[in-house]
Structure formats: structure tokens, C-alpha cells
């Protein structure tokens, strides 16, 4: 019941994480109202609060501050020792939800552990009201948001009298993944050890291997997918491509329900990218929501019950992929800009301009489409990306290479000199391929799983009916390494 990041840009697939994050709100609100009728605790367990934190901790002559929320979960801990759980927020605003329910809590009861919640800065309601200006954007860092965290541990630990015996792991999924295994291994005094879900620890410009990723588990038969429907795929996006060129956009806008006509080849680029963010959505969140599975997805593609003109059938099994959304398809570049450029603060879900910022500062994870793993247009190019950071926050495209380069420099990028933490991935998600994975062919190590047939961060979900065997399987995984790390943690206090 818990949300992870997305990629960087498409607006369709901004909507479907916010989609998967208000059903998995839903879900979870469902689930906790029925607890007191088993004899457990109710959702008014959660306590919210607000830490003010340095706008900049690396100048002392900074006095300025920012609000940063939290939530707190007591109704597991065994006080006065018992550990404290760390919940780490990421590019959209936190929820209660966030310390009472999921994988985490529920290792919180069977070990007795304070649970906390920290919303990033600049997100949600961690902001000040002009907070989104250019020149307030450059506090929004990894840097600076670790450096809260360490002031964050310091106010939990004299707000409840905590002491070294009081061992602290932190969990995140995606990019607060990412923060979780760097908040150890900068920090390993304060941190004992983390768990970094789907985490992509390697900064990268061109991110192609996401659709290389996507392009697999379409292939994939185990989760429903096959050679036929990433061929059709291929084919499609080649007739939409084609279509396109060949001066047709004002039918194909009709074909795909665009918001508005293609005026530009900007548009007909976001037409494009709309396009493959369905399927990028479906792949990267495959089972954790309720619009569409990869088995749908390629039944839809490949099924040659209805009556379509060959020539013309890889094309129309799109447009009826793309007529299951719920909106017309927004294809505006102008929009997209100004959107971007929007300073106004939105304090809940998803904080586009914030992470777009981020991507250009330090860690690019642009997924472009100009090789041929991909199974989309190559219309999707890397400057078609790129170009929106001089033009939105006024960074040079030429910096961002070495904007990438020190982020892996300074965290060790997939090769991290990292002790006590676990790095855990599906390999149907394409954000897989930038974390660190195991070296031999079981799927797990020491520091790392990869479970077989799963998408984003789903082994931070609480458990659930009808999960897969290797879900399960990661999921114990996960309990033995907090176990074993708390007991010796223990043991060296002794």
C-alpha cells in the first residue's frame, strides 16, 4: 500500500502513479478501519508533526528554515529500547499511511519498533510558500535531505529520551531507496541498516535501459507477455511514427482522443511519449493497481478476434490501448513548460517540478528511446529531454554530465562501499538496472535480491493473498536481515 517514485516527465504516467497512490490510500484506509474489530490498532495511532529544519545545513550563516512533516507510529514500540524503524519520503507528499502500513510495519510489530516518517524537503507540505522559485531550488538536493534526516534523528531521539541502545533502520522505495542506502552509508553511526527498495543508486543521463527493461517483460511469459506483443508494439509505434511524418497527425490526434490539436512537432513528440507512458506505467507497476496487467496489456495487443484491415492493425490495437485511460491525452509541449514553470505549491501527490529540478541537478534518469532494445519512436531523444533544463530552471545541458559524475562519485553510484544494506528489486522493473543487483544467478546475496516477476517496489506492500511464491520468499528474506542486524546490534552493546 505504499508509492514509489516514476520517471521524470509524462504526464500519463504522473497520473497513473497518482492513480496507484490514491487506490493504495483507499486500500489502506479499508484495511485499518477494520482493525479494531480484530483488536489492533486504529488509524488514529498516527501522530503528525512538524520539525523545522535549516534551508541550507552546509552554511551556519543560513538562518533561514523550512516546515518538515512527519508522522509517528508508538503503538508497537517496547519502550524504553525497542528500535526505531525510518520511513524515508521521497517526491511526493507523505501520508499517514506511511507508519501503519506496509512490509516495514509490519516488521515494526514483530519487533517492537518506533515507527517514524519524514517527508523530503520541498515536497508535499516540507516547503515554504515561495519554496519553488529558482533560486529556493537549489536547497532541493539529496545532500541536504540526508543532512535532515541526521537533524531529524537528533529531534526523534530527545523527544523520546532514545539512547544508543536504541537501533535505528530506515526503509525507502525507488528514489527514497536510494536515500535509505545513502543515509547508511554516509551516516553508518546513526543508521545500523537499511532497506533500499527499487532503489536506482547510479546516476544516469541516458537512461535507455529503462525501455530496454519495458521491452523485455513484454517479452516475458511468465508475467504474460510474449514475442508477438512487443513485435506489435514495435509495429505500432512504427504506424503511429509513420502517420506522423507522413503530415497525418490531425487524424492520428482524432484517433488517440488528444486534448487539442498537434500544431508542432514538439506536440506530435508528446503525442508519442503519452503513448509509451501507458506501457511504461503498466510494465513498471504491473498487479499493483487496478487499471491494466502486462497479461491484459498484450491480450489487447495481440488479439485477432475483431475484424481490422492487416496494415492497419498494429495501429488500431494501440488506439484501443490508449482508449482505456480515463482522460483525453494531453499533448501540449506549450503545457508542458508551463506547467514546469509553475511556482504556485501543490501540497499533495506528485511534485513535478520539484523532481524535474533534481533530474537536472543530480541525476538525470532520462528515458529516451534511440536504440534498438527500445520498442518505441526514436522520436523519444535524449535532448528532447534534456532541453527542458536550461529552459525551466536555467541550467546548461552541457553541465548535466557532471552533475551525474559527482552524484556517482560522492555515493559510489552501483558499486557502493555499503555493510548492512539490503538492496531489493523485481526484474520486470526497468528501474532495476541501476541498482545493485546479484552477482550469481540465484537472485539473491548478501546485499541483494531480484525477485522474478515483480514491478516497482512491491515487496514493500504488507502481505497479501495471492502473492507470488518469490515475493513471499523475498519478503522473509527481508525480516531475516532486520532480525539478524538487530540481534547484533544487541550483541555489540553487550
Known sequence: ???????????????????????????????????????????????????????????????????????????????????????????????????????????????GALLVALEHRFYGKSISPNGLQIEKLRFLSSQQALADLVAFHRYIGERYSLTHKNTWISFGGSYPGALSAWFHGKFPHLVYGAVASSAPVKAKLDFSAYNKVVGESLNNEAVGGSEKCVNVVWEAF???????????????????????????????????????????????????????????????????????????????????????RLSCLQTSYKRVVEELKNTSIQTTGVGERQWYYQTCAEFGFYQTCEDANCPFSRMLTLQSQTELCPLVFGISESSLPSHIAFTNRYYGADHPQTRRVLYVNGDIDPWHELSVLPSGSKGVSNRSILINGTAHCADMNPHRDGDPTALKEAQKEIERHVALWLKTAAWELM
Not at 503519452?274 to 493497481?289: H, P, R, T
Not at 496487467?293 to 488506439?319: H, M, P
Open 1 to 111: 500500500m505504499l508509492l514509489c517514485p516514476h520517471r521524470h516527465l509524462g504526464r500519463v504516467l504522473r497520473r497513473i502513479k497518482e492513480r496507484v497512490h490514491r487506490i493504495r490510500y483507499e486500500e489502506a484506509k479499508r484495511h485499518l478501519l477494520l482493525l479494531p474489530a480484530v483488536g489492533k490498532q486504529s488509524i488514529s495511532t498516527a501522530k503528525e508533526g512538524y520539525v523545522p529544519q535549516p534551508l541550507d545545513h552546509f552554511d551556519s550563516q543560513c538562518i533561514e528554515t523550512i516546515p518538515q512533516r512527519f508522522f509517528v507510529n508508538e503503538a508497537f514500540w517496547k519502550r524504553p529500547h525497542g528500535p526505531v524503524f525510518l520511513y524515508i519520503g521521497g517526491e511526493s507528499a507523505i501520508l499517514e499511511t506511511s507508519v501503519l502500513l506496509g512490509h516495514h510495519v509490519q516488521m515494526a510489530e514483530d519487533n
Open 238 to 324: 512504427a504506424a503511429v511514427e509513420a502517420a506522423l511524418m507522413g503530415g497525418n497527425g490531425t487524424q492520428a490526434a482524432k484517433d488517440f482522443v488528444c486534448c487539442g490539436p498537434l500544431e508542432t512537432f514538439k506536440d506530435q513528440i508528446e503525442l508519442v511519449q503519452s503513448l509509451a507512458d501507458i506501457i511504461m506505467g503498466i510494465v513498471q507497476y504491473n498487479k499493483e493497481w487496478d487499471f491494466m496487467s502486462i497479461a491484459e496489456l498484450c491480450s489487447i495487443i495481440t488479439n485477432r478476434s475483431e475484424v481490422i484491415e492487416q496494415e492497419a492493425e498494429a495501429y488500431k490495437r494501440l488506439v484501443k490501448l490508449a482508449s482505456v
